[in-house]
């Protein structure tokens, strides 16, 4: 797949570029801009980031940081199982728990929820750190919800993070999940409160809280564009009455024309009347 000239291959984290020492110098340098290209597109184009993630992994499969890269592309396109091998060989290689969380969240995507509970209470969880403990804690709530287990997803979302003040890179996205699981269990009011604690904490607009919450005040927004349109279609249906209006008017200057002509006709009926009226007086004279 065609790289852009601006990717260089330096852009990637120094972590992963020591992994890619293990690579002859041009191989190590193509995949480095291949991973590049991975996480530039996979939040905007996730299946052109899938397309790059394919490439490095058919150069160098045996480097973690490839696979790891590998799984999120494919989580990003829902092919959780492909995704899930892929972070289990990243796992092996490095013995790392980090992928614990989103690893569980494969299993929901492939129908499991109670694999993912299951991970979610495992010693693992213990070794994560802050965030991805919460991380956990929004994945075991969502297979709670897949359960329809409602009130038990409520209770497992709640947390001395989400009871914290302090604005973490993980608040909005826990107060969302909560307030969410909250209007699901009909709680709107409470609901409320915690949609606008999550617009509060989102200050990059990683959730539509925002929305949400004008949606339970009843606030409707209308399309700029939409309106425009509309004004455009009465503008032009006032021109076409306008229009039609001045039809009317050329039918009723047609219509007085006939009627001209039914007064003519009547004056010539008129004039033969009279001219049979002094025939015949010609002929009682005679």
Known sequence: MPIPEDVTGEEIDKDVKQELQSLPKTLAEDVAKNLVMVARLIDEDPEGAYGYSKVALRLASRVAAVREAGGF?????????EALAEFRAARRMTGGVELWPVMADCERGLGRPEKALDMAGAAEVH?????????????????????????????????????????????????YAYADALLAADRTSEAREWFAKAVEADRDGSTDASDRLAELDGVEFVDALVEDDEDAADTVNHVNTVDDVDDLDDVDVDDSDDVDDVDAGSEVVEDKDKDKGKNKDVDDKD
């Open 127 to 175: 070794k994560l750190d802050k965030a991805g403990q919460v991380e956990m804690r929004l994945v075991a709530a969502g297979a709670r919800r897949d359960m329809d287990q409602i009130d038990a997803a409520i209770v497992t979302l709640q947390s001395p993070e989400l009871a914290s003040h302090s604005v973490q890179p993980w608040t909005a996205r826990l107060r």
């Open 73 to 81: 592309a494919a989580y990003a396109n829902q092919k959780y199982s």
